[in-house]
């Protein structure tokens, strides 16, 4: 046990090395946001109310530091039990999981980021272990997994629909009640977690009570949206009706500039919570767009979902921009003048972050390109052995980037950051997998009435065909 929690915290100190280097924990403008969740306190309109508690339970206004900490424990943990899973509990190895994702992909830059981004691969890997694990973990590590899934899932939207993929195929996979329940459970608490907290802060039993004006700023964007408008106005009445000639324009300037058409009318006065105010409005729009364009809407969803697929670098999450007034101001004005001086020391607060990052990202693009094939490797190892437990977690990982990418890019905007987040996976994965196969890096079998490591069939429809999971 001791050996273990050493290989654990040390795997956590090397995932966020980052940090170390930029002499502060990595931030992005919509972490003054979270912050602002509990310190203000303030409902965020176009935030789940998840994140910034969970900031708040380690912070308590001392540094961003704890809940660092704390993040980067998660993820070690959840490798850890995922590798224990695979290969038994092999500190070292751990600890050359930790190393290679830290140093060939973008994962620290995830990790060492203060954003609910960290969970879209925690979900997938919480949801596997659930799923196709659970003999090999005890019943207190089971419900703590079953704990991380639902607060991932319910911390940022887009995991929604990354979770739902994944369940549907592990149902697909699993073919029994209880593995699918167990990776439901966490999906069905997520709902009801959000419905409670959105009810609680906007009045409104609903998963996303703005999110129409997300969906909005991308269908204009992408064009169709933005043709309705013209088409139907003057006639409908609309708000955007006074900015039918400006658009289309990028979601991101229809959404956040001071003068955008969300934020500030046709007669130039400022629109406080201007996102909220425009989503009746918004929702009216994106029914009557789906209803004349469903087949370029469709398309543009696809090729943003594709863009979003390549689109994984890690440079979007080092740049200062709004910085200070997003998270300074927070810093300042709620925590101890020594936190403030430290945010102002960082790299990442005086723009000095990418350049001294540059030569650390060189590998990344190698490696995420090595990913494909290791997993198409490790497809064929675990297929020959008949681990359908090594299967399964590679084709959750497919499946969980290409779901990441059009939940993301599809329906908000294609960012580095957003597949930057979970794409690191598929190489890991692939690796660690392709480790296991090999003689001594098995774990010891279970029980023969549970075991999924049998040998069996090579083939996937074969293997699935016996008894399922």
Known sequence: MTRAAIAIATGAAMLVWPAFLNGYPLLFSDTGGFLAQTLVPLMIWDKPWIYGPLLHLFHWRISLWLPLAAQALLVSHLLWLTGRVLWGARPWWHLA???????????????????????????????????????????????????????????????????????????????????????????????????????????????????????LARLQDDGPAARTIQAECPARGWYLCAFAGRLPMDSDDFLWPPDSPVNRDAEGHARFLGGALLSPEAREIVAETLRREPGAVAAAMVRNAVQQLFMAEAGDTLVPDH???????????????????????????????????????????????LGLPLCLFGFWRAARAGDLRAFALLLLVLAGVSANALATGALSKPHHRYEARILWLLPLAGAMVVAASRGGLRPPRTPPARSMDAPGPASLGAMLGKEGL
């Open 97 to 215: 999981v930790c190393a290679a994702a830290s140093a060939l992909t973008t994962a620290p830059f995830t990790v060492a980021l203060l954003m609910p981004d960290v969970f879209a691969p925690l979900v997938l890997l919480c949801l596997f272990l659930l799923g196709f694990a659970t003999e090999r973990l005890s019943r207190a590590e089971t419900l703590w997994v079953g704990l991380v899934a639902t607060l991932g899932i319910a911390a940022h939207l887009s995991h929604l629909p990354l979770a739902l993929a994944l369940v549907v195929l592990g149902a697909l996979m699993a073919r029994r009640i209880a593995p699918v329940a167990r990776m439901a459970a966490p999906l069905a608490s997520a709902v009801l977690l959000l419905l409670a907290t959105n009810w609680v802060g906007h009045g409104r039993l609903s998963l996303s009570p703005h999110g129409a004006t997300f969906l």
């Open 323 to 369: 910085l200070e007034a997003a998270v300074g101001n927070r810093i300042r004005d709620y925590f101890p003048a020594a936190e403030r001086a430290r945010f102002d020391a960082a790299l990442q607060t005086r723009g000095a972050l990418p350049a001294a990052i540059v030569p650390f990202l060189l590998p990344h693009l190698p490696v995420l390109l």
